[in-house]
């Protein structure tokens, strides 16, 4: 029988733009790795960069674990850029794979944009005492991460062993097992090494709360939940009562803002689809032949082309995504649109305008004045020819004036029902 592994290792996949999401992650992966005794946590990083707090929450979850963390850029074409630069920092291990870069770390806002002076100085002292405190205790070159965040400066894997930001360049997560196995960078506990057959490699499964907020954080999942909450409450509005647009709408429009929130956004575009929404609720109450309705969906369409800045692996949404949606959306809220109007249009079946022509039935009565019993109310009456009439009798109301009514009495064909 084989024997079990000597050395166990936890693998960890991060090829994303660091959210919220990834910092559940790494939290997630931390525990699994100490509550499993394994040995070593690989992480597999691929990231553009992301926010400074969900990066804070990765490097807490690093710096706090009891079991050693490895990071490894890779494979090739990998980047660690902007925030990536700073977990490479953390890690106990740092290793890239040939034809990777790593750096660019100066802080830029949430669309890519540089952030104002004294905001930006703040910033970069911040992350300049953050990240000297991991390379010094790991032994990296502390100038060239300080290079990093003050001059943005970018390198190959090559130069960054060379330049010890780096300890073990390794093409694949083997070839790094191997270097640390063979006592290349050794980690406590294991300063003797172990071979290839004494390691084995297992691979993390993420848990339900990283899977529903890397959900939640797709640029295109907060977008469709941005136009159907738009879309479910604008429904609401126009035919109140249903209760289903309106409750799924406002949960949909929470959960958008959230995401939107921590996305990468142009508010322009945001502020254009919301316009999107006014121009639709001005149609309800102006007649524009239709006017403020295209007005509306351009506004939609617009926004919806601009609210996530295209850029470097920020392709933007996909035009065939906008035009379905917009299309689909403006379909609703026209919908609502024509329902609101045909129930401005159609004639009252209720009130005093609802009563004319309607039929009634005479409670009281002498001579040619009396009471009638109509859509559920008693009103005064009066004939229009002054006859006089006998309680039970059926009369179909000619006008109202005020509260008496004028009317007439009817005779209702066989089967006809007779009014109670």
């Given at each position: 029988?084989?024997?079990?592994?000597?050395?166990?290792?936890?693998?960890?996949?991060?090829?994303?733009?660091?959210?919220?999401?990834?910092?559940?992650?790494?939290?997630?992966?931390?525990?699994?790795?100490?509550?499993?005794?394994?040995?070593?946590?690989?992480?597999?990083?691929?990231?553009?960069?992301?926010?400074?707090?969900?990066?804070?929450?990765?490097?807490?979850?690093?710096?706090?674990?009891?079991?050693?963390?490895?990071?490894?850029?890779?494979?090739?074409?990998?980047?660690?850029?902007?925030?990536?630069?700073?977990?490479?920092?953390?890690?106990?291990?740092?290793?890239?794979?040939?034809?990777?870069?790593?750096g660019a770390a100066t802080p830029?806002?949430?669309?890519?944009?540089?952030?104002?002076?004294?905001?930006?100085?703040?910033?970069?002292?911040?992350?300049?005492?953050?990240?000297?405190?991991?390379?010094?205790?790991?032994?990296?070159?502390?100038?060239?991460?300080?290079?990093?965040?003050?001059?943005?400066?970018?390198?190959?894997?090559?130069?960054?062993?060379?330049?010890?930001?780096?300890?073990?360049?390794?093409?694949?997560?083997?070839?790094?097992?191997?270097?640390?196995?063979?006592?290349?960078?050794?980690?406590?506990?294991?300063?003797?090494?172990?071979?290839?057959?004494?390691?084995?490699?297992?691979?993390?499964?993420?848990?339900?709360?990283?899977?529903?907020?890397?959900?939640?954080?797709?640029?295109?999942?907060?977008?469709?939940?941005?136009?159907?909450?738009?879309?479910?409450?604008?429904?609401?509005?126009?035919?109140?009562?249903?209760?289903?647009?309106?409750?799924?709408?406002?949960?949909?429009?929470?959960?958008?803002?959230?995401?939107?929130?921590?996305?990468?956004?142009?508010?322009?575009?945001?502020?254009?689809?919301?316009?999107?929404?006014?121009?639709?609720?001005?149609?309800?109450?102006?007649?524009?032949?239709?006017?403020?309705?295209?007005?509306?969906?351009?506004?939609?369409?617009?926004?919806?082309?601009?609210?996530?800045?295209?850029?470097?692996?920020?392709?933007?949404?996909?035009?065939?995504?906008?035009?379905?949606?917009?299309?689909?959306?403006?379909?609703?809220?026209?919908?609502?649109?024509?329902?609101?109007?045909?129930?401005?249009?159609?004639?009252?079946?209720?009130?005093?305008?609802?009563?004319?022509?309607?039929?009634?039935?005479?409670?009281?009565?002498?001579?040619?004045?009396?009471?009638?019993?109509?859509?559920?109310?008693?009103?005064?009456?009066?004939?229009?020819?002054?006859?006089?009439?006998?309680?039970?009798?059926?009369?179909?109301?000619?006008?109202?004036?005020?509260?008496?009514?004028?009317?007439?009495?009817?005779?209702?064909?066989?089967?006809?029902d007779r009014l109670a």
């Open positions: 029988m084989p024997s079990e592994p000597k050395f166990r290792v936890l693998t960890l996949e991060m090829e994303a733009a660091i959210s919220p999401a990834e910092a559940e992650l790494m939290a997630q992966a931390t525990a699994a790795a100490a509550e499993d005794d394994y040995d070593l946590l690989l992480v597999r990083l691929d990231t553009p960069g992301g926010t400074v707090e969900a990066t804070r929450g990765i490097l807490k979850a690093i710096l706090n674990s009891t079991v050693p963390v490895a990071v490894w850029v890779g494979p090739a074409g990998a980047r660690a850029a902007s925030a990536g630069v700073f977990i490479v920092a953390a890690g106990h291990i740092a290793a890239m794979a040939p034809q990777t870069t790593i830029v806002g949430m669309g890519g944009e540089d952030v104002p002076e004294t905001m930006a100085r703040k910033a970069i002292n911040d992350i300049k005492s953050m990240v000297r405190g991991m390379a010094q205790a790991h032994g990296r070159n502390v100038d060239w991460y300080m290079r990093a965040v003050e001059e943005s400066d970018s390198i190959t894997a090559q130069e960054a062993l060379q330049l010890k930001v780096i300890d073990i360049l390794a093409s694949t997560p083997e070839q790094l097992m191997e270097a640390i196995g063979s006592g290349q960078k050794t980690l406590p506990g294991w300063e003797s090494g172990f071979s290839a057959e004494e390691y084995a490699i297992e691979e993390f499964a993420p848990g339900w709360r990283y899977r529903l907020l890397a959900w939640l954080l797709n640029p295109q999942v907060a977008y469709f939940l941005l136009l159907g909450g738009m879309a479910g409450l604008f429904f609401e509005f126009v035919s109140p009562g249903t209760f289903f647009p309106g409750v799924v709408g406002g949960i949909c429009l929470l959960l958008a803002l959230y995401a939107l929130s921590i996305l990468s956004t142009n508010v322009a575009g945001i502020l254009l689809l919301l316009l999107g929404l006014v121009f639709f609720f001005l149609e309800l109450a102006f007649i524009s032949h239709g006017l403020l309705s295209v007005a509306g969906i351009l506004a939609l369409f617009i926004g919806s082309a601009i609210l996530f800045p295209a850029g470097p692996g920020e392709p933007g949404l996909p035009f065939a995504t906008i035009v379905v949606t917009v299309g689909g959306v403006a379909t609703i809220l026209g919908f609502g649109v024509y329902l609101a109007a045909k129930a401005q249009i159609a004639k009252p079946a209720s009130g005093r305008e609802g009563l004319q022509g309607s039929l009634a039935t005479v409670r009281h009565w002498r001579g040619n004045r009396g009471q009638v019993f109509a859509h559920g109310e008693l009103w005064s009456a009066r004939t229009a020819d002054g006859s006089d009439l006998n309680v039970g009798d059926t009369v179909r109301i000619l006008r109202v004036d005020g509260l008496m009514l004028t009317v007439e009495r009817v005779e209702l064909s066989a089967g006809e």
